[in-house]
């Protein structure tokens, strides 16, 4: 199985900047995309940022020019740097992938368990 661990996430001004990490960690044969989400009480999960294996990149609408999504697939890392940060940013930020956990195995949805941003006004 595949384990996804978040970190990074706190309070912050509006304005300011945060970058949060997700390491993932298990058995993990290949990895074809990873994904942060967000969601805040009684609001649908909204994709936030996706990354592939490949290294291409899309964003949501809302954050397009403000947060930057990377990725190290040799240590099964990836960062979402969150700059000039709004109160509408603030919501709960998981890491989700894509991936298969060894060769016998299809691809598969894992997720981590969040990790909270909050931008105050």
């Known amino acids: 199985q595949v384990q996804l661990v978040e970190s990074g996430g706190g309070l912050v001004q509006a304005g300011g900047s945060l970058t949060i990490t997700c390491i993932a960690s298990g058995n993990i044969f290949v990895i074809d995309h990873m994904s942060w989400y967000r969601q805040t009480p009684g609001k649908q999960r909204e994709l936030v940022a996706r990354?592939?294996?490949?290294?291409?990149?899309n964003y949501a609408d809302s954050v397009k020019g403000r947060f930057t999504i990377s990725g190290d697939n040799a240590e099964n890392t990836w960062l979402l740097q969150m700059e000039n940060l709004k109160p509408e940013d603030t919501a709960q930020y998981s890491c989700?992938?894509?991936?298969?956990?060894?060769?016998?195995?299809?691809?598969?949805?894992?997720w981590g368990q969040g990790t909270q941003v909050t931008v105050s006004s």
């Open positions: 990354i592939s294996r490949g290294g291409n990149t």
């Open positions: 989700h992938t894509f991936a298969r956990a060894n060769p016998m195995d299809v691809f598969r949805n894992y």
